[in-house]
Structure formats: structure tokens, C-alpha cells
Nanobody
Framework: VQLQASGGGLAQAGGSLRLSCAAE????????MGWYRQAPGKERELVAI?????????NYADSVKDRFTISRDYAQNTVYLQMDSLKPEDTAVYYC??????????????WGQGTQVTVSS
């Protein structure tokens, strides 16, 4: 399984960007999928995730609530992160993550290659 992330780039404060991430390979069930980020000198932190159960319930970091929206296309095994009202503190490398069950009952964590998001003031 590979996670192919795209999007990101440079935006001004108050602007918007959209990230996407597609899971490719042998997939039985994506249990959860989402985004983490890591700013220079800081630890990687959760940004937003969407779960398979519970009607696709979502979870957001407090710092991005009401600004970022995560969504998922189940047919395409793709997750999107719409980032609005961007702030300079959102500047980080964003990593896609997925927890996936294969057809043999095995569950693994996968990470995308990371995409840079830079927000200028």
C-alpha cells in the first residue's frame, strides 16, 4: 500500500489550500485516514482524521477546528483536507496517514511522503 499525497504549497494568511491523499494497493478496509503535521523543531501532531465507523466521524486538533475540513471519498480511497483561514502557525510539513486492514486480517499504519504547507503573514 502506498499513500500518494498532493496539494499544499504557499498561501497568504487568511487564504486556503487543499490537500489530497489517495491510498493505492491491496486494501480491504481503511479503518481511519487523516493528516498529521510537523513544524520545524516540533513534534508531529494530529491535524484531522476521519474514521470508517460511526458514520465517518471526524476528529480535529483544537488549533484547526472551524478552519479545516476533512472529507473522504470511500470509493476512491482518498481523503481531502480543505484548509481555510490559514495562519502562519499552520506552516509545516503535512503527512497523510492511514490505518489499513488487508485481506488477511493484518492491520498496518502507512504514511505519505509529506507535503509542505507555507503560510506567509
Amino acid at each position: 500500500v502506498q499513500l500518494q499525497a498532493s496539494g499544499g504549497g504557499l498561501a497568504q494568511a487568511g487564504g486556503s489550500l487543499r490537500l489530497s491523499c489517495a491510498a493505492e494497493g491491496i486494501i480491504f478496509n481503511i479503518r481511519r485516514m487523516g493528516w498529521y503535521r510537523q513544524a520545524p523543531g516540533k513534534e508531529r501532531e494530529l491535524v484531522a482524521i476521519v474514521l470508517s465507523g460511526g458514520g465517518g466521524s471526524t476528529n480535529y486538533a483544537d488549533s484547526v477546528k472551524d478552519r479545516f475540513t476533512i472529507s473522504r471519498d470511500y470509493a476512491q480511497n482518498t481523503v481531502y483536507l480543505q484548509m481555510d483561514s490559514l495562519k502562519p502557525e499552520d506552516t509545516a510539513v503535512y503527512y497523510c496517514h492511514a490505518n489499513i486492514e488487508n485481506g488477511w486480517g493484518q492491520i498496518y499504519d502507512y504514511w505519505g511522503q509529506g507535503t509542505q504547507v507555507t503560510v506567509s503573514s
